[in-house]
């Protein structure tokens, strides 16, 4: 029994190999960009539009209000990289009820991977936002005694989301192989639907968890020019 | 070892170029058409608010348009009312006028109408009361009343005195052609000689006398002498009566008369002191008065 799909190995060259991982996402990436590419080839600007339309639209104006809340003042400028990444999680997860079927994210190098793109989105979006002395200069707030303990909480939480998502999604894939074994037929069946819960609230949390250390990152520190406000 | 590296790494482009085509193929667009559509929608918002500004506009000018239309209405309506009260009141007074005049000229027209009728009926009546009365006296005229005439004529000239027996006296003296005594039938010697004395007595002279007959006087006997004349006979009643009738009417007729004209005829009734002057132009002989009249009048009205 396998913990990871990276173990499930199609092809082989040296340091290049083609595993699970990478062929179940680009699977994913082609359902996704396909299907994008379809629902918009036809997009309608006037306030008749299709079922299909209406979803995806749904979909990004939910995610572009959730960033939107979390603080983040221009959504757009965001939105390709949280929304990609909530769209990849939860349609990873979503597909675990088709038989054969086994979620990239339930490979640590997957969610270890997502998670270093969000450890380099973050400086990179907050020196994009406010410079990078202003963006190195966060580190040292509110002392410069902080200054390690925010470099350590960078890497523990970037730690910590790659192995929050690998944990939920492993776990979910292999209690449901291990209740397979065990209990067949129905048990499995309601294991399966906890599963497609779990994997979309991992979807969130990640996603949201992304947006909040983007916004944390992008967010002006007041000056000490700037007047107190009158209490 | 749960982590491989290559993989990682893989995955790390794989989702960089997911993140990528997402961009390009799902965020971009689906954004540039919520995009298009608000705008489309602020659009039509805006058309629509200023739709809704033009036409509060309009109504307001509307509104403004029907009110002095409405204050115009009513100035019209108010000048209409004045000039046809005015209208009103001067057709009315036209009216008036009119029928005032219509009234008037058919107050003249009853008036006169009236008028004639009285008179015409006044005059019928009086002619035929005349007639009446003239023809009755006529049939009554015999020679007894004839013989009781002559008494009387003779008693007359023997009871005249005064300036009326002088007048008399001179006439019949002055006068050459002899003196003419009228009467309505031929008068008997007898009587012819009684009158002859009378007269002869009386003036105490030879008077010449020539006797005519004058079936006019209806009855009685006249002396005419050198213009001067004494008689008695019932046609100088008759005319004296019809003079004094003929001058009530006129007294009668020439105040103005009253809406109320009485068309009904009234028989012109001689006052007793009216009626009986016998028409004689001797105004000097008073006596000649005939004192019988109100009989004769009584015996024509019986005879009737």
Same mark, same amino acid.
Not at chain 2, 56 to 83: G, P, S, V
Not at chain 2, 284 to 291: C, I
């Given at each position: 029994?396998? !913990? ?46 299709? *079922? ?46 088709? *038989?054969?079927?086994?979620? *990239? ?17 973050? *400086? ?20 410069? /005694? ?14 910590? !989301? ?26 499995? /069946? ?17 996603? /949201? ?23 | ?140 005229? =015999? ?6 005439? %002559? ?10 005195? %005064? ?49 005519? =007959? ?9 002396? =005419? ?33 009253? +809406? ?6 009234? +028989? ?8 009986? =002057? ?7 002989? +008073?006596?000649?008065? +005939? ?14």
């Amino acid at each position: 029994m396998r !913990l990871s799909t990276d173990q499930l190995i199609f092809w082989h060259h040296g340091f290049f190999k083609l595993n699970g991982t990478i062929v179940f996402t680009w699977g994913l990436m082609l359902v996704l960009v396909v299907g994008s590419k379809l629902i918009t080839r036809r997009l309608s600007t006037d306030l008749n539009r299709s *079922p299909w339309q209406n979803l995806l639209e749904i979909v990004v104006n939910g995610v572009e209000k959730q960033i939107s809340d979390v603080g983040l003042k221009r959504p757009e400028k965001y939105i390709g990289f949280l929304g990609t990444l909530f769209l990849f999680v939860a349609l990873a997860a979503l597909c675990t009820v088709i *038989p054969g079927y086994e979620p *990239p994210t339930g490979s640590l190098s997957t969610t270890a991977a997502l998670a270093l793109c969000v450890f380099v989105a973050v *400086p990179w979006f907050g020196i994009a936002e406010q410079g990078l002395g202003g963006y190195l200069a966060s580190y040292t707030k509110p002392t410069l /005694i902080m200054l390690p303990f925010n470099i350590i909480s960078e890497l523990s939480r970037t730690l910590a !989301l790659a192995v929050r998502l690998f944990g939920n999604m492993m776990s979910g894939a292999m209690i449901i192989a291990i209740l397979l074994t065990i209990t067949p037929f129905f048990f499995p /069946i309601i294991m399966t639907l906890l599963g497609l819960l779990t994997g979309l609230v991992q979807a969130y949390i990640f996603s /949201i968890l992304a947006a909040v250390y983007i916004a944390a990152a992008t967010r002006r520190t007041k000056s000490k020019a700037d007047p107190a406000p009158a209490t | 070892m749960l982590i491989d590296w290559f993989t990682v790494g893989a995955q790390a482009l794989n989702f960089l170029l997911l993140v990528w085509l997402m961009k390009r193929y799902l965020y971009k667009p689906i954004l540039n058409a919520i995009d298009a559509r608000e705008k489309l929608i602020a659009q039509e918002l805006a058309d629509a608010a200023t739709k809704q500004s033009e036409a509060q506009k309009e109504r307001d000018e509307f509104q403004k348009k029907n009110a002095e239309f409405d204050h115009q209405r009513a100035a019209l309506l108010t000048k209409a009312a004045e000039e046809a009260k005015t209208e009103q009141l001067r057709l009315l007074e036209a009216a008036r006028q009119a029928a005032d005049a219509l009234a008037a000229q058919r107050r003249e027209a009853l008036i006169s109408d009236a008028r004639n009728l009285n008179q015409a009926l006044t005059q019928l009546a009086q002619r035929e009361v005349f007639a009446i009365t003239r023809k009755a006296l006529t049939d009554l005229a =015999t020679t007894t009343l004839e013989e009781r005439m %002559g008494e009387v004529f003779d008693r007359r000239l023997r009871e005249l005195s %005064g300036p009326a027996k002088n007048a008399l006296g001179e006439a019949l003296r002055k006068n050459s052609n002899p003196a003419v005594i009228r009467s309505t039938f031929d008068l008997p010697d007898v009587q012819r000689a009684a009158i002859q004395n009378a007269l002869n007595e009386t003036f105490s002279a030879d008077i010449h006398l020539r006797f005519e =007959t004058a079936p006019i006087l209806v009855s009685g006997i006249e002396l =005419t002498a050198n213009g001067q004349k004494v008689g008695w006979s019932i046609a100088d009643y008759l005319k004296a009566l019809e003079k004094g009738v003929d001058e009530l009417l006129q007294a009668q007729e020439r105040p103005a008369p009253k +809406p109320e004209v009485k068309v009904a005829p009234q +028989p012109a009734k001689p006052r007793p002191a009216e009626a009986p =002057t016998p028409a004689t132009p001797a105004k000097s002989e +008073p006596e000649a008065k +005939p004192a019988p009249e109100p009989a004769a009048a009584k015996a024509g009205t019986k005879a009737t």
